[in-house]
């Protein structure tokens, strides 16, 4: 249990107060001792967003307040026929859905103005948070106040719906007759039927009163020509089947109509989620955006590198064949040498087999001599040999 | 008539009282009304480390922000200074707290202060805020001040703890410190007691106060009793009377409140534990409600598809709204596997459902002619629809159920606390053992050191003699081989010592689990949680020495173990200090409160105890809630002086 010490820290001001005056402590705001300045409201500056908020706060109190007014009125879709006053005809019924429906909109503009506004003005972090979570809580409070409407609007809705079937249901005694005579005088009723059931859709009230002097005349026309006992039948019997038929699309309608309803309750939960889901989807195409962007600038460096990778690879590649170039050259004589020695040998050898052999230490001399005289030797050596 | 009062006084928990209690603080001490339109206020939230752990486990975020608060900030860290917004303040009147907020009425930080104070504040204390209030010319910007009386935190419906944040003050080592002066113990007994006045406050009921003779509990009882009658005395300031929630209810049944010291039963909280909630806090990271996993190591092959295997540390909430929590909290682990897996096939049943009528969905634009087809599926896609929240709900629970049982269940399997479950199980009922304590301390498969050191300890408690030095010789020496610090050891032999001048040990429930179908021991073989080489062990009930002692308290029972317990009657006139008590009738309520720091096994006795009796109730409350590492790391300072 909380107890509530506010007044002890009342009594304990004044006492600290009294006691500073005492000791001749000159305070702050206490120092002039008078009561009025010592409770008085400090003078700070209200900030501009506050005061703004709460403008916008006051503004959806006003819808609330309007809507919850004219709550009773708006959904009793029989008021006109069951209560003498605060009837509220369709058209005004219309203008208060117009309106609040402005007013909504304005108000949620409002509400992104301040959003875009607190964002824009650069604060701490704890700051922007704060406003942040106080615009949710605005935003939380509009979406309550719309649902109020919707729900108002949902059940006045619902309400004609009814109202509808209901004199639906009324005329059909009548439709029977009706067909009865309909099959016979095709040429003057289409008209006038689809004028009468517009009529009854507009003005189900109105339809009993129209009916009956109308009945009076189709039974004039009854009374002119006799029909015989088979004619009878034969209508009796299409009457059946029309009957059937109309009771069968009745069903059907107001089938449809059942989940027409149920789909519009769908289909307004969706709309909220496609709603909740639009800022989720923006930042999902920003991040698709970066990464795009990013896998862009990616393909160019990893492009860019094949292209360092190419060039290096080519420098590796020229280098290594001055590399080997080099290492050519410089041996070249070495090479050519041996070659001759090569050729040399051979027919040195077969010299040896006629008996003028020459020792190992000759030929090696030969070859000495033959890399002293350089690359134009070969000729010159095959010729010392065949000596 | 009277039932149905009874029943409304015993709906309100004492968490539920708690939360009202907040609830009324963050809207400004104004009965909280839950209105659909009602005009948004926002305002911030201050508070302390204490406010913190008193708010965090019983509300969420989202509750907070459900109440109009947009930032709820720790006092002590860096705030911008936000006008226009009103804050409320939750804190303890503490010397560093009244600083702070002097310099931030001076600082005029916020635009209205609505202080709030978790314990009474002292009448110089509010002169110094009144000071800097009127130094400030802030006076009127201080809309309102509370005394809140909240310093506790409540746990579970049925369970409460003191603080956390100080709580190396009021820890068992504190109380049992042989070197502490009588000024140190008398800032510990005012810290536990100010803490339990400020629940009976909030419970709005005297108790009636019983504890056993020459130990802390006696001290606190003591100074309790004080406490309640100095402000029952004062009848124009009692906080006793007038429009306490429930003072009016509780006049003619008053609570009992058992204080138990910690050291009549040194066992339990050494004991390996087998239920969920238990093991939950023995072996994991498990602090105010909150589960801190490190990573779930090991492959995860969950049959939803393989999960990449996450590194990061990650913390689960298990709150009340949890219902698996709620229902399996107290259930023996094996139970708990296999609820999971229970509940995991539901879950994927429902998906099941949804998806096929996804398919259908998809299907039913081809052939149009299904009218009959079309209604029903606008039905089912409407319920689908309805039902996703739920599900999604659903399957976060069940993840996080997964991942604990799963990070349990290593645990369970790397240490074999199945098998130290069971052998501790045997020592405390003294039945015969199959294995030499010896082959499990020196077996270096079977736990870490500190596992061993819990099992010798038991033994070593609750052995009736204790073993002739050159046993103890043999075992510490296997103790040092396997690792483990002896310190504890020394403390438990002074305190055996002692403890065998006092009374003869507390001899322990002699039923014991039995292990069901150890032939069928391996769980249903499609199970995640295979729990093979994991003895499906079945907890049987048994009274654990706490519960024993409410019992025969709760029940006037006369037992020699109780009958010599303290009797205090805070509304009686006279203290009297006879142990007989007036009132011979059985307790309805009672509270159980462990001076020295509980645990979970001792709560679920508790409740396991009370779900048998009807009508009663039974909360625990503890000076420090601790798991056995922490109890023998405590032990261990203890042994080192």
């Given at each position: 249990?909380?107890?509530?010490?506010?007044?002890?820290?009342?009594?304990?001001?004044?006492?600290?107060?009294?006691?500073?005056?005492?000791?001749g402590v000159a305070v702050g705001g206490g120092a002039d001792g008078?009561?009025?300045?010592?409770?008085?409201?400090?003078?700070?500056?209200?900030?501009?967003?506050?005061?703004?908020?709460?403008?916008?706060?006051?503004?959806?109190?006003?819808?609330?307040?309007?809507?919850?007014?004219?709550?009773?009125?708006?959904?009793?879709?029989?008021?006109?026929?069951?209560?003498?006053?605060?009837?509220?005809?369709?058209?005004?019924?219309?203008?208060?859905?117009?309106?609040?429906?402005?007013?909504?909109?304005?108000?949620?503009?409002?509400?992104?103005?301040?959003?875009?506004?607190?964002?824009?003005?650069?604060?701490?972090?704890?700051?922007?948070?704060?406003?942040?979570?106080?615009?949710?809580?605005?935003?939380?409070?509009?979406?309550?106040?719309?649902?109020?409407?919707?729900?108002?609007?949902?059940?006045?809705?619902?309400?004609?719906?009814?109202?509808?079937?209901?004199?639906?249901?009324?005329?059909?005694?009548?439709?029977?007759?009706?067909?009865?005579?309909?099959?016979?005088?095709?040429?003057?009723?289409?008209?006038?039927?689809?004028?009468?059931?517009?009529?009854?859709?507009?003005?189900?009230?109105?339809?009993?009163?129209?009916?009956?002097?109308?009945?009076?005349?189709?039974?004039?026309?009854?009374?002119?020509?006799?029909?015989?006992?088979?004619?009878?039948?034969?209508?009796?019997?299409?009457?059946?089947?029309?009957?059937?038929?109309?009771?069968?699309?009745?069903?059907?309608?107001?089938?449809?109509?059942?989940?027409?309803?149920?789909?519009?309750?769908?289909?307004?939960?969706?709309?909220?989620?496609?709603?909740?889901?639009?800022?989720?989807?923006?930042?999902?195409?920003?991040?698709?955006?970066?990464?795009?962007?990013?896998?862009?600038?990616?393909?160019?460096?990893?492009?860019?590198?094949?292209?360092?990778?190419?060039?290096?690879?080519?420098?590796?590649?020229?280098?290594?064949?001055?590399?080997?170039?080099?290492?050519?050259?410089?041996?070249?004589?070495?090479?050519?040498?041996?070659?001759?020695?090569?050729?040399?040998?051979?027919?040195?050898?077969?010299?040896?087999?006629?008996?003028?052999?020459?020792?190992?230490?000759?030929?090696?001399?030969?070859?000495?001599?033959?890399?002293?005289?350089?690359?134009?030797?070969?000729?010159?050596?095959?010729?010392?040999?065949?000596? | 008539?009277?039932?149905?009062?009874?029943?409304?006084?015993?709906?309100?928990?004492?968490?539920?009282?708690?939360?009202?209690?907040?609830?009324?603080?963050?809207?400004?001490?104004?009965?909280?009304?839950?209105?659909?339109?009602?005009?948004?206020?926002?305002?911030?939230?201050?508070?302390?480390?204490?406010?913190?752990?008193?708010?965090?486990?019983?509300?969420?975020?989202?509750?907070?922000?459900?109440?109009?608060?947009?930032?709820?900030?720790?006092?002590?860290?860096?705030?911008?200074?936000?006008?226009?917004?009103?804050?409320?303040?939750?804190?303890?009147?503490?010397?560093?707290?009244?600083?702070?907020?002097?310099?931030?009425?001076?600082?005029?930080?916020?635009?209205?202060?609505?202080?709030?104070?978790?314990?009474?504040?002292?009448?110089?204390?509010?002169?110094?805020?009144?000071?800097?209030?009127l130094a400030a010319s802030a006076v009127t910007q201080v809309a309102?001040?509370?005394?809140?009386?909240?310093?506790?935190?409540?746990?579970?419906?049925?369970?409460?703890?003191?603080?956390?944040?100080?709580?190396?003050?009021?820890?068992?080592?504190?109380?049992?410190?042989?070197?502490?002066?009588?000024?140190?113990?008398?800032?510990?007994?005012?810290?536990?007691?100010?803490?339990?006045?400020?629940?009976?406050?909030?419970?709005?009921?005297?108790?009636?106060?019983?504890?056993?003779?020459?130990?802390?509990?006696?001290?606190?009882?003591?100074?309790?009793?004080?406490?309640?009658?100095?402000?029952?005395?004062?009848?124009?300031?009692?906080?006793?009377?007038?429009?306490?929630?429930?003072?009016?209810?509780?006049?003619?049944?008053?609570?009992?409140?058992?204080?138990?010291?910690?050291?009549?039963?040194?066992?339990?909280?050494?004991?390996?534990?087998?239920?969920?909630?238990?093991?939950?806090?023995?072996?994991?990271?498990?602090?105010?409600?909150?589960?801190?996993?490190?990573?779930?190591?090991?492959?995860?092959?969950?049959?939803?598809?393989?999960?990449?295997?996450?590194?990061?540390?990650?913390?689960?909430?298990?709150?009340?709204?949890?219902?698996?929590?709620?229902?399996?909290?107290?259930?023996?682990?094996?139970?708990?596997?296999?609820?999971?897996?229970?509940?995991?096939?539901?879950?994927?049943?429902?998906?099941?459902?949804?998806?096929?009528?996804?398919?259908?969905?998809?299907?039913?634009?081809?052939?149009?002619?299904?009218?009959?087809?079309?209604?029903?599926?606008?039905?089912?896609?409407?319920?689908?629809?309805?039902?996703?929240?739920?599900?999604?709900?659903?399957?976060?629970?069940?993840?996080?159920?997964?991942?604990?049982?799963?990070?349990?269940?290593?645990?369970?399997?790397?240490?074999?606390?199945?098998?130290?479950?069971?052998?501790?199980?045997?020592?405390?009922?003294?039945?015969?053992?199959?294995?030499?304590?010896?082959?499990?301390?020196?077996?270096?498969?079977?736990?870490?050191?500190?596992?061993?050191?819990?099992?010798?300890?038991?033994?070593?408690?609750?052995?009736?003699?204790?073993?002739?030095?050159?046993?103890?010789?043999?075992?510490?020496?296997?103790?040092?081989?396997?690792?483990?610090?002896?310190?504890?050891?020394?403390?438990?032999?002074?305190?055996?010592?002692?403890?065998?001048?006092?009374?003869?040990?507390?001899?322990?429930?002699?039923?014991?689990?039995?292990?069901?179908?150890?032939?069928?021991?391996?769980?249903?073989?499609?199970?995640?949680?295979?729990?093979?080489?994991?003895?499906?062990?079945?907890?049987?009930?048994?009274?654990?020495?706490?519960?024993?002692?409410?019992?025969?308290?709760?029940?006037?029972?006369?037992?020699?173990?109780?009958?010599?317990?303290?009797?205090?009657?805070?509304?009686?006139?006279?203290?009297?200090?006879?142990?007989?008590?007036?009132?011979?009738?059985?307790?309805?309520?009672?509270?159980?409160?462990?001076?020295?720091?509980?645990?979970?096994?001792?709560?679920?006795?508790?409740?396991?105890?009370?779900?048998?009796?009807?009508?009663?109730?039974?909360?625990?409350?503890?000076?420090?809630?601790?798991?056995?590492?922490?109890?023998?790391?405590?032990?261990?300072?203890?042994?080192?002086?």
């Amino acid at each position: 249990m909380a107890v509530d010490i506010t007044l002890l820290f009342r009594a304990s001001v004044k006492t600290v107060k009294t006691r500073n005056k005492a000791l001749g402590v000159a305070v702050g705001g206490g120092a002039d001792g008078s009561r009025d300045e010592l409770f008085r409201r400090s003078p700070r500056p209200k900030s501009d967003f506050s005061s703004r908020a709460r403008e916008v706060i006051s503004h959806i109190g006003k819808l609330r307040d309007f809507l919850l007014e004219h709550r009773k009125d708006y959904i009793n879709a029989y008021s006109h026929i069951m209560s003498e006053y605060g009837r509220m005809t369709d058209t005004e019924r219309d203008q208060i859905d117009q309106d609040a429906q402005t007013f909504m909109r304005t108000c949620s503009e409002a509400i992104q103005q301040l959003r875009t506004q607190a964002h824009k003005e650069i604060h701490s972090q704890q700051v922007k948070e704060h406003r942040s979570a106080v615009l949710d809580f605005i935003e939380d409070y509009l979406k309550r106040v719309c649902k109020l409407y919707s729900e108002q609007r949902a059940i006045r809705v619902k309400r004609v719906v009814d109202k509808k079937r209901l004199s639906k249901l009324e005329p059909e005694p009548r439709t029977k007759t009706r067909a009865s005579v309909s099959s016979e005088k095709v040429s003057r009723s289409p008209s006038q039927e689809s004028e009468e059931k517009s009529v009854t859709e507009e003005y189900p009230e109105k339809v009993p009163a129209e009916s009956q002097p109308e009945l009076g005349t189709w039974g004039d026309g009854k009374g002119e020509d006799e029909l015989s006992p088979e004619e009878i039948q034969m209508f009796e019997q299409e009457n059946q089947r029309l009957i059937g038929e109309m009771n069968s699309l009745f069903d059907e309608v107001r089938q449809i109509e059942g989940r027409v309803v149920e789909i519009s309750r769908l289909q307004e939960i969706f709309t909220e989620k496609v709603l909740q889901q639009e800022a989720e989807i923006d930042s999902i195409h920003q991040l698709v955006v970066g990464a795009t962007e990013n896998i862009k600038e990616g393909n160019e460096d990893i492009r860019e590198a094949i292209k360092n990778n190419a060039g290096f690879r080519v420098w590796v590649l020229f280098f290594l064949v001055m590399c080997s170039f080099s290492l050519l050259f410089l041996d070249c004589g070495n090479h050519i040498c041996a070659e001759s020695m090569l050729v040399f040998t051979g027919p040195h050898l077969g010299v040896g087999a006629d008996g003028s052999a020459l020792p190992p230490a000759k030929s090696c001399a030969v070859y000495a001599k033959s890399r002293v005289c350089g690359a134009d030797t070969g000729t010159l050596v095959f010729f010392l040999c065949t000596e | 008539m009277v039932g149905v009062k009874m029943a409304t006084a015993a709906a309100a928990s004492i968490r539920e009282r708690q939360t009202v209690a907040l609830k009324r603080m963050l809207n400004f001490n104004v009965p909280h009304v839950k209105n659909s339109t009602g005009e948004p206020v926002w305002k911030v939230l201050i508070y302390d480390r204490f406010g913190q752990d008193i708010i965090s486990p019983l509300l969420s975020v989202k509750e907070l922000r459900d109440m109009g608060i947009t930032l709820h900030l720790l006092l002590h860290s860096d705030r911008d200074p936000i006008p226009d917004v009103p804050a409320v303040y939750f804190v303890m009147p503490t010397e560093e707290n009244i600083d702070r907020m002097c310099q931030d009425l001076r600082n005029q930080l916020y635009e209205s202060y609505y202080l709030n104070f978790i314990s009474a504040i002292s009448r110089s204390k509010l002169e110094d805020i009144a000071n800097a209030a009127l130094a400030a010319s802030a006076v009127t910007q201080v809309a309102k001040v509370f005394d809140q009386y909240l310093n506790f935190i409540t746990l579970e419906d049925d369970m409460f703890v003191l603080c956390n944040q100080n709580k190396e003050l009021v820890s068992y080592r504190a109380i049992n410190r042989p070197d502490i002066t009588d000024t140190e113990m008398e800032t510990v007994m005012d810290t536990i007691v100010d803490s339990l006045f400020c629940f009976f406050v909030t419970l709005g009921a005297v108790p009636i106060i019983r504890c056993s003779r020459g130990t802390a509990a006696e001290m606190v009882a003591v100074k309790l009793d004080k406490k309640l009658r100095e402000n029952l005395r004062d009848a124009r300031n009692s906080l006793f009377t007038g429009d306490t929630l429930g003072a009016g209810q509780f006049s003619f049944q008053r609570p009992l409140l058992v204080l138990v010291d910690r050291n009549i039963d040194l066992a339990t909280p050494l004991h390996h534990t087998w239920t969920y909630q238990a093991l939950v806090h023995d072996v994991l990271d498990f602090h105010l409600n909150r589960v801190n996993l490190e990573e779930s190591s090991g492959v995860e092959n969950s049959p939803a598809g393989a999960r990449p295997k996450r590194k990061n540390k990650k913390s689960y909430d298990l709150t009340p709204v949890d219902k698996f929590w709620q229902k399996h909290k107290g259930s023996p682990f094996p139970e708990v596997a296999e609820s999971v897996q229970q509940e995991l096939e539901s879950y994927r049943a429902q998906e099941d459902e949804v998806k096929r009528l996804k398919s259908i969905m998809g299907l039913e634009g081809e052939d149009e002619g299904a009218i009959s087809m079309l209604s029903d599926n606008t039905a089912k896609l409407t319920s689908a629809v309805s039902s996703l929240p739920e599900l999604l709900e659903k399957k976060r629970l069940i993840d996080l159920h997964t991942n604990v049982a799963t990070a349990v269940l290593e645990h369970i399997k790397a240490r074999k606390l199945d098998v130290y479950f069971e052998y501790e199980e045997k020592i405390m009922s003294k039945t015969t053992l199959d294995k030499s304590l010896l082959d499990i301390i020196s077996d270096p498969d079977a736990g870490t050191p500190e596992d061993k050191m819990r099992l010798f300890l038991i033994y070593y408690i609750s052995a009736q003699q204790a073993p002739s030095e050159a046993d103890l010789e043999q075992y510490k020496k296997a103790l040092t081989d396997a690792g483990c610090n002896l310190n504890p050891l020394q403390y438990i032999k002074q305190w055996k010592a002692f403890a065998k001048m006092a009374s003869a040990p507390a001899s322990y429930g002699n039923t014991t689990t039995k292990p069901m179908g150890l032939l069928s021991r391996v769980m249903n073989t499609g199970s995640q949680f295979v729990m093979e080489g994991v003895k499906n062990l079945v907890l049987k009930q048994q009274n654990l020495p706490v519960t024993r002692i409410l019992d025969n308290l709760m029940e006037m029972k006369s037992n020699p173990e109780t009958d010599d317990y303290r009797y205090f009657d805070p509304k009686m006139l006279r203290g009297n200090d006879s142990s007989v008590p007036r009132n011979k009738n059985p307790f309805q309520e009672a509270i159980v409160f462990v001076v020295g720091g509980g645990n979970y096994i001792e709560y679920q006795n508790l409740v396991d105890y009370i779900k048998g009796k009807q009508g009663k109730h039974i909360l625990y409350g503890c000076s420090e809630l601790f798991n056995a590492t922490q109890f023998i790391k405590q032990l261990s300072q203890l042994g080192q002086k």
